[in-house]
């Protein structure tokens, strides 16, 4: 039965997308198209993009080689990859069932940090745009857009889905017992938290995305209790 009263937001990268993956497949080509010197300077200008926006953007790293490396063919190349990636075969495993799972009694809807031209594009072909009804939302920082995300998508609860446990104690934070924190422990950033102390802690842990399945309405709804596991 749906609950009309409870939102899942659910992250993207390392949490619905297998984005390391995705990541480990670029340097590949990078390396493979542009050689060692070339691969290292887009690898620079990727984290310049990244301290100047606050976000990954793959495209505006590519256009910061244009420059330098203007004369190298296989750069043209290079947008063609990100672009086409196959994004639905690298959703991890189960992904879709997890959130079919949990649309079945409750709202779902994407909340992602990111670009607005290779974010949303990920986000389609990956077949998780039509999974929640075009509810997608891309901020620049979710913790910092919380307001805009209440407005756009009403309710009594919310239950934040996310690789990442700091960005999830943030959240709870801000948003109190309105907000039930689930950490999938997938993909570097969850590996690079295992043993911080976090304040407060998620009020769910899960191995993998594929977990959902194993949650309920009660759950996701609940507050003021002690970390759980999903096995």
């Avoid at 069932?97 to 994407?110: E, G, N, V, Y």
Wanted: hydrophobic share 45%; with cysteine.
């Amino acid at each position: 039965m749906l609950n009309d009263g409870l939102v899942v937001l659910l992250d993207v990268d390392n949490t619905l997308f297998d984005n390391d993956r995705f990541k480990d497949d670029l340097a590949a080509r990078l390396l493979r198209d542009l050689g060692n010197d070339g691969s290292a300077l887009y690898w620079q200008c990727y984290e310049d993009v990244r301290m100047q926006l606050g976000y990954v953007d793959y495209l505006a790293t590519l256009q910061r080689l244009r420059g330098p490396l203007e004369e190298t063919p296989a750069l043209l190349h290079m947008a063609s990859f990100v672009l086409d990636y196959p994004f639905a075969d690298h959703l991890y495993p189960d992904a879709l069932d997890a959130i079919a799972h949990l649309s079945s009694f409750a709202t779902t809807a994407i909340l992602s940090d990111g670009d607005i031209v290779f974010q949303p594009r990920k986000i389609q072909h990956a077949g998780l745009w039509d999974a929640v009804q075009g509810r997608v939302a891309i901020t620049v920082h979710k913790e910092r857009a919380l307001d805009a995300v209440r407005a756009r998508f009403p309710a009594n609860h919310y239950a934040m889905v996310d690789d990442k446990p700091q960005l999830l104690a943030a959240m709870k934070r801000s948003m109190g017992d309105a907000l039930t924190t689930v950490f999938v422990k997938q993909g570097h950033y969850a590996a690079q938290a295992a043993g911080a102390a976090l304040e407060p802690p998620p009020d769910i842990v899960v191995e993998a995305i594929a977990d959902l399945r194993k949650l309920g309405v009660e759950e996701l709804l609940a507050t003021n209790r002690a970390p759980s596991r999903t096995q």
